[in-house]
Each structure stands twice: as C-alpha cells, then as structure tokens.
C-alpha cells in the first residue's frame, strides 16, 4: 500500500464570532484541507488549525508551498502511510518548525489508517477511556459587562466553566475578573492573558484578582520573556498554565525543567499533529504538569482530531477547550451548525459536553460545496 496522491484545498472561512484578545482581532481564518489516497483506493482527510503569522509564524501560501515542493513528493508520495514515524521525521528534516502545517499531513494520515481499520480513530489511539467530557466556554475580549453576560450565556447551557481573556489593562481586568465571577458562582474560572502584560504588571493584577478563585492564569507575559515568567512565578501564589510559549516539545521542557508551569495546553495542531502530541503529553505527565485539551478556532477537522485524543487520554476531573469551532460557525452546541467543510460535525457537542466520536476514522467527509464557497487554491498531486 502507498500513497500515490494528495489533493489540496486552501480555504479561508469568515468567523461568525471574530476572535478578540491581546494582541489582536482575527475575523477569518485560513486553513489547509488535504484529502490523501492510496494505490488500493483507500483515502483520508485531515486539516490543522488556522494559519496566523502573528501565532504560528505561518501563512496559506507558505503551506502550500510546503506542501508541493516538499512535503508531498518528498514525504508521502510512495509511502506506505503506516510508516508515520518517517513520515514526521522526513518533514521536520526537511523544514524546521511550520508544525501547524504538519499537522494537516499527520491528521490526515491518522484518519486513513483508522478507515482503513474500519475503527474511530479514537481506537488507534488506545481506545475511549469515556462517554462524554465536559468543556468550559472561551470568552473572548469585550466590556466586562458583555463578558459577563456571555460567560453566563454558556454556563447557563451546560458548560463547566468558562476562560476569560485579559487585555492587559490592569482596571478592565479586575472588572473582568470581578463580574464574571459573580455572573457563574462557582463554577470553573480560568483566564487568558495571550502575553499582554509585563511580569510586574502580571504580577499586580494576579495578586489582585486571588478573592476571585481563578483555576490558572495563562501565557501571563510575552513568549520570550522566561525571566519575567519567573518572576510571576516568585511574585505570586497562582497556578501557571502555557500555551504559545510552550509551542513544542523543547519549550515545554525548559519551563518545565524551571517549575514555572502546573498546566499545559496541548493543541495537537499546534504541537504538529497526534503523533507528537503524544510525547508531548507523556513528557508532562511524567513532570506531573496537566494537560489541557483544546483547538486553534478551526472547523471539524481539527475539533475531531482533538476531540479523538481527549476521549483516549488520561481522565482528568476538569475540562478541556475544544470550543473553538463555534468561533468559526456560531452556536452553543454542534446542532446549531448548518453548514461547514465536512458532510456533518462529529462528535457532537451539546449542552456543554462533548459525546463520544462514531464511525470509522474521523467519521466524517468533505463537504466540496462548502469548500468551493470558500476556496482560494485547489491542486491534485500524484506520484510520477
């Protein structure tokens, strides 16, 4: 069995709910969609997060770039797609980092190789440790009075919790802090800062906001900025979780390594797809840092592949993030999306809790109706 043929679609899809938070506004999202074959008629589907320079460093035309000269003749076409480990290693030889495009290429292959097993992927990955996970709503940069309003919107709905975004304007955050806590009892709260303060900045308004019992503060101060994380550290008595700055297996480390991190956030878009998201999670684990689980704001391909991992993964007593598709499509539950890349959203999502994933692979197909309303660039490559 080989692969002999990797079709390509760049889609960029407007956002019913346009993304605020500290360092910027996105109101669409780009994304890569590949559809891979094999010489025996077999085929799977995959897409990453959304490609955004200020986030990843990446863009859609440098993907498909990718993907034409490098990725695809070099890594995938005539290759058994069960030789995932050369895959992955043959890309990142032949390009440093750009793993939310790599992701695209690992998402795919894990849905061909679970439909070709004729199981949800979630098997090959060690099978469903549950029926249902229970997630916590993000709710991005508004008024304090509008955030309240919608934190309440969706733990009204079910949601175990919610994750506020910080601005990094120390009077609005209070607010922030103060309103949505009051608007959900004591339900879980957690906050976003996506960088936007300095560690002495981070370090007052952290300290103000302890009366409001708040799970984890996240990416307190600038990605780059280690010695300010720790002085957080030293400064402040609250639990640290990491997203950006932990991008990969390396950065983790080294904060792990440092004792500036009780949680992680463990996209496998981000990380460049399941295969590596798996080490990455063992290596915290083994640290005793928790994973959380989420997305980069994308449609159900990658909602699925995440939402696969979560149900095989270790149990955890709180919940995950994997909300990002209603920024994309609108909605509180998967019933409220009419339309979008794949033939229907799987798993679904309702009332706060996502339900166990059916049918082989992602179980799920490409919707070319979608796709073709929103298409920047299509291309079919095929082995010589």
């Not at 508004?142 to 955030?147: G, I, L, N, R, S």
Request: with cysteine; glycine share 8%; aromatic share 10%.
């Amino acid at each position: 069995m080989k692969i002999d043929r990797v079709d390509i679609f760049a889609v960029r899809i407007p956002y019913v709910r346009p993304i605020k938070f500290a360092f910027g506004t996105r109101t669409v999202g780009d994304y890569l969609i590949l559809k891979m074959h094999t010489d025996d008629g077999a085929y799977g589907i995959g897409s990453g997060g959304a490609l955004w320079p200020p986030v990843s460093g990446e863009n859609i035309r440098g993907a498909i770039q990718l993907m034409e000269e490098y990725f695809i003749p070099n890594a995938l076409l005539g290759e058994n797609p069960f030789n995932i480990n050369r895959i992955v290693d043959t890309m990142d030889r032949l390009c440093v980092g750009q793993t939310m495009s790599k992701s695209s290429v690992d998402f795919t292959l894990h849905d061909l190789m679970a439909r070709i097993y004729g199981v949800p992927l979630y098997q090959l990955l060690g099978g469903a440790q549950r029926d249902q996970i229970p997630q916590e709503w993000i709710v991005l940069l508004d008024t304090p009075e509008k955030m309240a309003e919608v934190a309440k919107q969706f733990v009204d709905r079910g949601y175990a919790g919610v994750k506020m975004k910080w601005s990094g304007d120390y009077d609005l955050d209070y607010q922030r802090s103060r309103l949505i806590r009051q608007a959900i009892g004591d339900k879980e709260l957690c906050v976003d800062v996506n960088q936007g303060y300095s560690a002495d900045g981070a370090i007052k308004i952290i300290n103000a906001t302890e009366e409001f019992n708040l799970k984890f503060v996240e990416e307190p101060v600038h990605r780059d900025d280690f010695d300010g994380m720790v002085k957080v550290r030293q400064h402040t008595k609250q639990a640290l979780a990491l997203d950006e700055t932990a991008w990969t297996l390396k950065d983790a480390v080294r904060y792990i390594k440092a004792g500036l991190v009780e949680y992680l956030h463990a996209a496998p878009s981000r990380i460049g797809g399941l295969h590596k998201l798996r080490r990455y999670v063992e290596m915290a684990q083994a640290n005793f840092v928790t994973c959380i689980y989420s997305i980069y704001n994308s449609p159900a391909l990658e909602y699925a592949c995440s939402a696969h991992w979560s149900f095989a993964a270790r149990p955890k007593k709180f919940a995950d993030e994997i909300v990002g598709i209603f920024n994309v499509h609108g909605g509180y539950s998967t019933d409220d999306i009419k339309e979008g890349p794949t033939d229907r959203i799987n798993p679904p999502l309702r009332n706060g809790k996502l339900y166990k994933p059916e049918g082989a692979g992602l179980g799920m197909e490409l919707n070319m109706d979608y796709i073709n309303k929103y298409l920047l660039y299509s291309n079919s490559i095929k082995s010589k």
